[in-house]
């Protein structure tokens, strides 16, 4: 069995991936190069792969191939249409990245909500050596004690969120774009509520019809002028040109982005004009890639090539 890793720089060179020539003649490919990503794949019976396409282009000249292997949740580079009429098996993982987007996405609140970047420079500056007094607060800044935290997407980690949330001190509500999410743990409010009475906004929804630019200029010019808006979801959500026009005419107070309309950045993006951190941190699409959540990413798609072997459906996805 020949297994193709397709991107594997996309899950971090420090991955062991030795597990897998076991299983096969492995060959790694660290990037993509969409001139030679079909011939790469000619005689593979297994593909391992992040966000390249699984469409007929790609794959039409893989006679071989039996199982497409995502390094990630999201399906929605595969052409399930396709695949299916070859009688490909497709696999994702799930649940690897949970603490480490908990965790990345109160970094980002505190990194703006505590003006963290201010207070770093003024100590290495030197400005606070030369201070006559022991403290320095300037730029006031807030407890989370007593203020709403509002969920966009109260799924697995948005009620991680919510939980670790909710010890410090926090009053949780949640918007549930399905209309279908019922938890009887966090109250569960319309948007115009979400948005009027939240002081943090943290998205950990989905991308589909229902979320896409669903933060536009509106839904910002209806949120408090203190609020902090996090995205830990997918880049579209928020129509990011109004996010930069809210963020420059203070209409909300900061924002702390993981993941961007188009990624990588494009250098023309209007959030790149907002260099004030005390307002807006940008990373670069790492929420979910702590070392121990990229290894387990690594060892969930090892478990799921090994179930196919034995004829188990381990994470089988159709759509």
């Known amino acids: 069995m020949k297994i193709v890793f397709m991107e594997a720089d996309t899950l971090g060179k420090d991955v062991d991936l030795s597990a ?21 794949i000619e005689d593979a019976d297994v593909v391992i792969v992040n966000k390249i396409p699984m469409n007929e282009e790609i794959l039409k000249t893989a006679k071989n191939l039996k199982l497409i292997c995502l390094t990630a949740t999201g399906t929605n580079n595969v052409d399930f249409s396709y695949v299916t009429s070859r009688g490909i098996t497709v696999t994702n993982v799930k649940g690897y990245s ?46 989370l004690d007593g203020k709403t935290w509002g969920i966009i997407g109260l ?41 009027a009475e939240s002081d943090i906004i943290s998205i950990h929804a989905p991308l589909n019809a229902a979320t896409e630019k669903l933060v536009d200029g509106e839904a910002l010019r209806r949120m408090k002028k203190n609020a902090v808006l ?15 026009e809210a963020l420059q005419a203070g209409e909300i107070a900061g924002a702390g982005l993981d993941v961007l ?16 951190s005390t307002r807006l941190i940008v990373t670069p699409h790492i929420a979910w890639a702590t070392c121990e959540a990229r290894q387990r990413c690594v060892d969930e798609v090892h478990e799921n090539l090994v179930s196919w072997q034995k004829s188990e459906k381990r994470n089988v996805v159709t759509a």
Not at 104 to 119: D, G, M, R
Not at 261 to 276: A, C, G, H, S, T
């Open 98 to 143: 949970t603490m480490s987007v908990v965790q990345h996405t109160f970094a980002l609140l505190f990194y703006v909500y505590e003006k963290l970047t201010y207070y770093d420079t003024f100590v290495k500056s030197g400005q606070y050596a030369r201070s006559d007094i022991f403290s320095h607060f300037a730029l006031p800044f807030q407890e």
């Open 155 to 195: 799924g697995e980690i948005g009620r991680k969120v919510a939980e670790v949330a909710t010890t410090f001190g926090c009053r949780v509500v949640y918007y549930s774009t399905s209309g279908k999410n019922d938890n009887a743990m966090y109250e569960r409010v319309d948007w115009d509520t979400l948005l």
């Open 20 to 40: 897998f020539e076991s299983l096969g003649d492995v060959v790694i490919y660290g990037t993509s190069v969409p001139a030679e990503n079909a011939k790469r």
């Open 230 to 244: 996090l995205n830990l979801g997918r880049g579209p959500i928020i129509d990011q040109a109004a996010l930069a």
């Open 261 to 276: 309309e188009v990624e990588p950045m494009l250098p023309e993006d209007p959030l790149l004009q907002i260099q004030d």
